[in-house]
């Protein structure tokens, strides 16, 4: 039986035309981009093309984008470094209950440090309120973060909305956009650090990006010479920038997105019709990623539904110890019910998913749930 990949959200293929770009900067950019002679100028010109193409999707410039080996440095990065660099203004981080390990541990470490965190709930949606935003910012607060799209559920937070509240009172704002960016618009949001992962929208891993809106101190994490304008050291790669690169040069058409969503809707629609009220949306119904459906089998365990279907690759919002099912810190902040979110699969599509895989899809869960 054909293998269906339905796991985007986890991680992309790297796009053929992403490969493209970076072939022939395995024989030709060999040298060190910092390096002034022939053989750094290749290197270098492909790093700062690679800047420019970055910058462009996110409409910044090209010296506000910092790259880093993914979107966990890229959030480690914008936390620690804004914590560290301002721990004379304050030492207060405002989050949110839902947000991905790469901030939850983040924040938990400041806190270990002495640092004061406040996390933000969410609604049943998964939905922060600007007003509890507004309402938890004190004299002591130096950052917001908040992730653009869930990487579960998809849903969208108001994000434009909340950076000007925290603008509002001179707090800076992060967004960790590695699940929105390629998706959906993220030119306008308004922040003043905005984190990228290049294997969630169809470059290699191992690269990703910071924006840091010209202005933000931040203390480095890597401490060295003086790459990235002396906030990230280590000898830029070359090859993964100008993979990353291209990858957000492509992501700028959101045209495919449409289609993407109607295979979506197609999807949900058929699970609908199959399964009734033995099927529940998680996440917002109209504010979230056109790729992702996370859906919860009522009664049942995600786990155990794809074990049954080994040839489809999505990804389950519980984890199953000893018998004992273990809701994920998401569907829990959101408050669903434990039966309810036993049974959670998150089906997230991609460019290149099609009408006969949805609905083949739709065709195996009927017949392993009956």
Request: one cysteine or more.
């Amino acid at each position: 039986m054909d293998r269906i990949y339905l796991d985007f959200n986890a991680s992309t293929p790297v796009d053929p035309r992403v490969a493209a770009v970076m072939a022939p900067l395995l024989e030709t950019a060999h040298g060190n981009p910092s390096s002034g002679h022939w053989a750094g100028v290749p290197a270098r010109e492909a790093v700062e093309l690679a800047r420019a193409k970055v910058a462009n999707l996110l409409g910044a410039e090209p010296d506000e984008i910092v790259f880093t080996s993914g979107g966990s440095e890229a959030n480690n990065l914008a936390i620690k470094g804004v914590f560290f660099a301002h721990r004379d203004r304050g030492d207060h981080i405002v989050t949110s209950a839902a947000e991905h390990p790469a901030v939850l541990e983040v924040c938990a470490f400041l806190e270990r440090l002495g640092g004061q965190v406040t996390y933000l709930p969410v609604d049943r949606q998964g939905l922060v309120d600007p007003e509890a935003l507004a309402r938890a910012i004190t004299p002591r607060t130096i950052l917001v973060t908040l992730m653009h799209a869930n990487n579960e559920t998809g849903t969208l937070q108001p994000i434009a909305a909340c950076a000007q509240v925290a603008r509002d009172r001179g707090v800076l704002f992060h967004t960790d956009a590695a699940q929105s960016v390629g998706k959906v618009a993220t030119d306008q949001l308004g922040v003043d650090l905005l984190s990228i992962a290049g294997h969630k929208l169809y470059a290699p891993k191992g690269v990703g990006a910071l924006y840091v809106r010209r202005g933000v101190a931040l203390e480095p994490l890597i401490h060295g010479a003086g790459h990235e304008a002396g906030r990230r050291a280590g000898t830029e790669s070359a090859l993964l920038t100008a993979g990353l690169g291209e990858a957000c040069a492509l992501a700028a058409d959101l045209a495919p997105m449409r289609r993407v969503q109607d295979l979506r809707d197609t999807l949900w629609a058929g699970l609908q019709t199959q399964f009734g009220n033995r099927v529940a949306l998680n996440g917002h119904p109209e504010h979230r990623l056109p790729n992702t459906l996370n859906v919860s089998f009522v009664g049942r365990v995600g786990a155990e539904i794809l074990a049954l279907l080994p040839e489809v690759a999505a990804s389950t919002g519980s984890a199953c110890h000893a018998g004992l099912v273990e809701l994920s810190p998401t569907l829990r902040a959101m408050g669903v019910p434990p039966e309810v979110g036993m049974g959670a699969i998150r089906f997230s599509l991609g460019r290149g998913t099609t009408a006969g895989e949805i609905d083949t899809v739709v065709r195996r869960l009927a017949d392993v749930l009956g």
